[in-house]
């Protein structure tokens, strides 16, 4: 036979284990016994080792996991920190986490949302400044009509004191005239515009010495209606 042939494994009291087989096409046996001691050293070092190793393995797994779970808490922890200055109107911070992973897809979005609201409150500013100068334009342009109606109504009340009455007339009629154009809306009423022309009309007629004449057919119930501002004054200077 080819085999080894097992004696003495299953007695308790044997201190061995005898393996032999006999030598194929000769008349000899081989041989071997193994003290059981030995395999039961062999089989604690290999248990041994074993235990030591998967303790090795849980242990680094555990520090693997922690290490990356450390990482992601940094990362998400940064993340809130972010949005906390966020909060604090501070519009500069940002993120730049070039991983592709979700929280790196969310530190982009949020560095583009940080990006997207600066610019909109730096446009909103830049607007605001552009209001504000357009309002400063707006009263300057106002001082200096105030400053011409108030020097023209002088000039009418002067007239008048002087007994100069056609004078007292074209100005009164000058100022209502630029009144009316200067501080007007797009809209106006057309009670507005008939006053608008009526001066404009006054001043020519008084230029050409009584040799024009206007005629105004508007049913006063339609005065206070609104229509375009300086809509009648081209229509009558033509």
Same mark, same amino acid.
């Given at each position: 036979?080819?085999?080894?042939? *097992?004696? %003495?494994?299953?007695?308790?009291?044997?201190?061995?284990?005898?393996?032999?087989?006999?030598?194929?096409? !000769?008349?000899?046996? #081989?041989?071997? +016994?193994?003290?059981?001691?030995?395999?039961?050293?062999?089989? $604690? &070092?290999?248990?041994?080792?074993?235990?030591?190793?998967?303790?090795?393995?849980?242990?680094?797994?555990? *520090?693997?996991? !922690?290490?990356?779970? %450390? %990482?992601?808490?940094?990362?998400? $922890?940064?993340? #809130?920190? &972010?949005?906390?200055?966020?909060?604090?109107?501070?519009?500069?911070?940002?993120?730049?986490?070039?991983?592709?992973? +979700?929280? %790196? #897809?969310?530190?982009?979005?949020?560095?583009?949302?940080?990006?997207?609201?600066?610019?909109?409150?730096?446009?909103?500013?830049?607007?605001?400044?552009?209001?504000?100068?357009?309002?400063? =334009?707006?009263?300057? &342009?106002?001082?200096?009509?105030?400053? *011409? !109606?108030?020097?023209?109504?002088?000039?009418?009340? *002067?007239?008048?004191?002087?007994?100069?009455? +056609?004078?007292?007339?074209?100005?009164?009629?000058?100022?209502?005239?630029?009144?009316?154009?200067?501080?007007?809306? $797009?809209?106006?009423?057309?009670?507005? +515009?008939?006053?608008?022309?009526? &001066?404009?009309?006054?001043?020519?007629? !008084?230029?050409?010495?009584?040799?024009? =004449?206007?005629?105004?057919?508007?049913?006063?119930?339609?005065?206070?209606?609104?229509?375009?501002?300086?809509?009648?004054?081209?229509? #009558?200077?033509?």
């Amino acid at each position: 036979s080819g085999k080894f042939i *097992l004696e %003495g494994a299953e007695n308790e009291d044997t201190d061995s284990i005898i393996l032999y087989r006999q030598l194929n096409q !000769y008349p000899l046996w #081989v041989v071997a +016994e193994v003290p059981i001691s030995e395999i039961k050293t062999r089989s $604690k &070092a290999i248990l041994k080792q074993f235990v030591t190793i998967a303790i090795a393995v849980i242990m680094g797994s555990f *520090l693997l996991a !922690y290490l990356i779970a %450390g %990482g992601v808490t940094r990362r998400i $922890k940064r993340l #809130v920190t &972010a949005m906390g200055t966020l909060e604090k109107n501070n519009f500069n911070e940002r993120i730049n986490d070039p991983r592709n992973d +979700e929280i %790196g #897809v969310l530190s982009r979005k949020f560095d583009w949302m940080a990006e997207r609201i600066k610019n909109l409150i730096n446009d909103v500013y830049k607007t605001n400044i552009q209001k504000k100068e357009a309002e400063m =334009n707006l009263l300057h &342009a106002q001082i200096n009509p105030h400053f *011409l !109606y108030n020097t023209l109504d002088g000039i009418h009340w *002067l007239a008048k004191r002087h007994k100069a009455d +056609e004078i007292s007339y074209m100005i009164r009629n000058l100022s209502e005239f630029l009144r009316l154009s200067l501080n007007i809306d $797009k809209k106006v009423t057309i009670e507005t +515009e008939i006053k608008h022309v009526q &001066a404009y009309f006054n001043i020519q007629q !008084y230029r050409f010495e009584d040799r024009v =004449n206007l005629k105004i057919e508007i049913p006063q119930m339609l005065y206070h209606y609104k229509t375009l501002a300086i809509l009648l004054q081209p229509l #009558v200077e033509n």
